[in-house]
């Protein structure tokens, strides 16, 4: 175990130092930019959306979040996610309760529609938070989803 | 290496409609096996080419499901287009594969 654990501190110490670099020089377009490995390994969704610099964003009714109420397996929980802010270039999706909340961002301004599928993991009822880039600024919306453990009603 | 991702494109009017499973365990470095950890071992980046265009890319944590799956829709596809999928993970590995636009029913 600690020697796992050496080894994830080392590699995202060297990555940290390149996410730092590419965050400051890329921070619009998302494209190519290093992985902003400071947003993985940040524990909550607050400091994952600092590192990435989306702290400001405002409230949408145009991000359309599907995902069930309740999923009785955490494993997998599927969501789609669709954004109708026009020009809407990346979202980023946040699993506020997970231990690493930062899921991942998606770019969709090279020709794709600001829609995606994923399947996520889920350690606990949580919301599922997106946040949206358009025209260089950032919209989020929330959606909660509750996880049953052991599926057997509790 | 790791085995071949599932890639289906379906046409919908001038958007292809991309769907794709890969073959991946996606450890979170939190599992135990026995008392030991299972190490950390996930799929970080993905990229997708219409035609030798990279149109869709995304940068991923160990929070995706095993197995991964995505959809996504890439736009100003025609029947017969060659979308080709990469992705890497934290240890480097890689893979590639590749499926044709195929026209809606």
Same mark, same amino acid.
């Given at each position: 175990m600690l020697q796992t654990r050496r080894a994830v501190i080392k590699a995202s110490g060297a990555l940290g130092l390149l996410a730092a670099f590419g965050g400051a020089l890329l921070k619009p377009g998302r494209a190519l930019a290093a992985r902003n490995q400071s947003a993985f390994d940040a524990k909550s969704a607050v400091d994952a959306m600092r590192a990435l610099g989306l702290s400001n964003a405002q409230d949408s009714k145009d991000i359309q979040i599907r995902a069930p109420e309740i999923a009785e397996n955490g494993a997998v929980v599927p969501i789609d996610i669709t954004s109708n802010i026009p020009g809407t270039t990346a979202i980023s999706v946040f699993i506020e309760k997970n231990p690493f909340p930062y899921t991942g961002t998606f770019d969709f301004s090279q020709g794709t529609m600001p829609y995606v599928h994923l399947r996520v993991k889920m350690g606990e009822s949580s919301p599922v938070r997106v946040v949206a880039a358009a025209g260089g600024r950032y919209y989020t919306a929330a959606k909660e989803v509750k996880v049953t453990i052991g599926g057997c009603g509790g | 290496?790791? =085995?071949?991702?599932?890639?289906? *494109? /379906?046409? &919908?009017? =001038? %958007? *292809? =409609? %991309?769907? %794709?499973?890969? *073959?991946?365990?996606?450890? /979170?470095? &939190?599992?135990? &096996?026995? =008392?030991?950890? %299972?190490?950390?071992?996930?799929?970080? !980046?993905?990229? *997708? &080419?219409?035609?030798?265009?990279?149109?869709? !890319?995304a940068d991923i944590s160990q929070s995706i499901s095993r197995n991964p799956v995505f959809a996504f829709k890439v736009t100003g596809a025609k029947a017969g287009d060659r979308i080709v999928i990469t992705w890497k993970d934290n240890k480097g590995e890689t893979r590639t594969d590749e499926t044709t636009v195929r026209a809606g029913s």
């Open positions: - | 290496m790791p =085995d071949p991702m599932k890639i289906r *494109a /379906t046409l &919908q009017g =001038d %958007v *292809a =409609d %991309v769907r %794709v499973l890969m *073959a991946h365990p996606m450890e /979170t470095g &939190q599992r135990k &096996q026995g =008392d030991k950890l %299972v190490p950390l071992h996930f799929i970080q !980046s993905i990229t *997708a &080419q219409l035609n030798g265009r990279t149109v869709f !890319s």
